[in-house]
């Protein structure tokens, strides 16, 4: 595997090391989070399925900055069972953990009247499921310690079900609700669990078929801002830019004698 | 065996980290614990009272073996003054079952919560190094279990190359797991302290020297914020106490635990923070020298006279949040004054000064990562915020070139900063060869790690 334990700088009292584990790293907003929390000095541990992304982004950062500052590890997060001793290796590899990102998600356009049970099971694997063996191994580690941020990206996409992507809405809305519980539970122990809501970002998502055009979108690095405030200023519930606060508000308030019939 | 998964910190209480804490209670259970580590792919890092300034019982997202579980004295011999315990056993539990007979440890650290396992790990000294050498030094024999899971008895004689380098090994080698060790016959509970003043570094240094051979223990406090300011406690036995039975009797020797007889102590430490700072630190530190300025003579407990770090309990937490670090150097006779004088300098012009300095005399020994020379020591508290730490660590890596250049040692159960460059220099590459060669004989699938020895021998 390539972290080893000597290879990453550890934490003096001079020199205090924040580490984070960041799971989908290779996608859009994935390594744009990546570079950021590493700006921000953090140690981390990145995982994702494809090595040769994870590699350019690794030496990447760690060239940017002179030392050791991320190592990859190959993982596929419907691989649930691998996970218990994964996160067990990684946290020794990188001494110890004070944040938790879980941006792994995976998408598909259906057309608007096509029901796809593979895809549908696939969005749920990864975005809901898989998080939820991650979280299942974090959060007793963050509650006996009692610190430590869990972030959620979840999307927009769960506040509502709307026509286009049940699918998708449903993973979204399971794993929200998910962040919301996991949030309820461990606040009382000092761990903040942040679900981030972000509306479009221009990523390559929006290249697949019967995509939609984009709209109100942000780009990445705008989308690692909003993800870095929000662990910074140790938010609970985030929307990358504060137009969709506005427009979910209204969607999430329309009746549903009205959504019903919108083509939205 | 408890096992927890936990925030641990050091001493200071500038760093943390997360690790696996086991707390075994037998040795079978460090056997298992290695078992488990060897299973998982985890190092393991022996862990007594947690007394160290630094990252030596600290291992981030490894296993914490806690070993304040095996705490029995086994067997006390009031005629020969060897007590055999077990290596959990701390030096509170020490004295208060062998000073009613007349007997005290031979080499106390400053508070007396630390662990015989902890002592002897990193080779303590007292405020009689130069007379009676360091803790290893009177201990007859010691087993130690090693992660291979074989169980050795060493002693000078037996295993000799194992137990000068257990003792002093800081852990990495194997588990002490019982201990005996020579007490001090003592003919009274008390010390007759003498206090004066000393008004610069070089008299300080002088007075170490000169005063050592005339008492059993000697300190010098320093203002290393007014430069050399200072005040000189040295101790000697007393053979002439009307009523030894009354003074060896444990109630007179503890600490109080009340102020003005209401105010508990553990409260004490609130009352400090205000002057955990440059300003406060200089007030504090003048009123002390000018309360010194009388040369006096009192007697004195044991206890109150060793144990300085337990009189104010919590005393570390006054620095606040981000904790405080210890630095620690030794240096030759020769080269201390010039040295010391530079590095005070260079802390006061940067504005990081400190606000402890504590020296003393020793005299080398011969265990394998030993600190002590035949010279002086210079101990320093620096109060850590999250603003002056990049100015702190660069200052820091300063004085260890300081060090090195004055041919100076340091102490692995302090400084927090040193570099595995600065420890291969002041140990020699071959002592370090010869570390990492038992190493590799008595740990041969690495298991025993903690962050120190990343930093040190990384």
Redesign the interface.
Known sequence: MPGT??MIP???????RKKAILIGAAGGIGAQVARRLAQEGYVLGLLDRSENVLKTLCDEINQTYGETRAVFYLHDVTAYDRVP?LF??I???????NLFVYVAGAIYFPSIDEFNFAEDYKMVEVNLLGAMAWMSEVA??FQ????GQIVGVSSVAGDRGRIGNPGYNASKAGFTCYLESLRNRLTRHGVNVITIKPGQVKTNVFNLPNAPKPVLAVTPEQAADGIWNAIEKRKQVAYISGLWRWVMLAITHTPSLIFRRLNF | MKK????LE?F?H??C???YCFRPETPVEICETFRFARE????VTLRGAGRSY??AALN???IVLDLTGLNRILEWDPGSGVVRCEAGVTLDQLWHKVLPDGWWPPVVSGTMHTTLGGCLGANIHGKNNFRMGTIGEHVTEFTALLPTGEELTCSPETNPDLFYSIISGLGLLGVITTVSLKMKKIESGLLEVHAWPTRTLEEQLRSLEEGAPNYDYIVGWLDTIAIGHGQIHAANYVHDDPAPHKTMQLDYQSLPDRMFGVMPKSMLHYLMTPFMNNIGARGINTAKYVASLRKHVFRQSHAAFHFLLDYVPLWELSYGRT?L?QYQSFLPKETALQAWTEMLATAKERGLPSYLGVTKRHRPDKFLLSHALDGFSLALDFK?TDRN??R??EM?QEFDQLVLDAGGRFYFAKN??TSSETTRAFLGEETVEKFMKLKQRVDPDGLL?S?LY??IF?
Do not use: F
């Open positions: 334990q000597t550890r934490a003096t009292p001079l020199t205090p001793d067990r290796k946290v020794a590899d990188l001494g110890g953990l007793p580690v006996s310690m009692r610190g | 927890t998964i936990t925030t050091n200071g500038s760093l980290a997360l690790s998982n792919d985890l190092t630094n990252d981030g997202g490894g904790g670090i850590v730490r990049a702190l660590s820091l927090s900063e790690e962050d990343r930093r990384g």
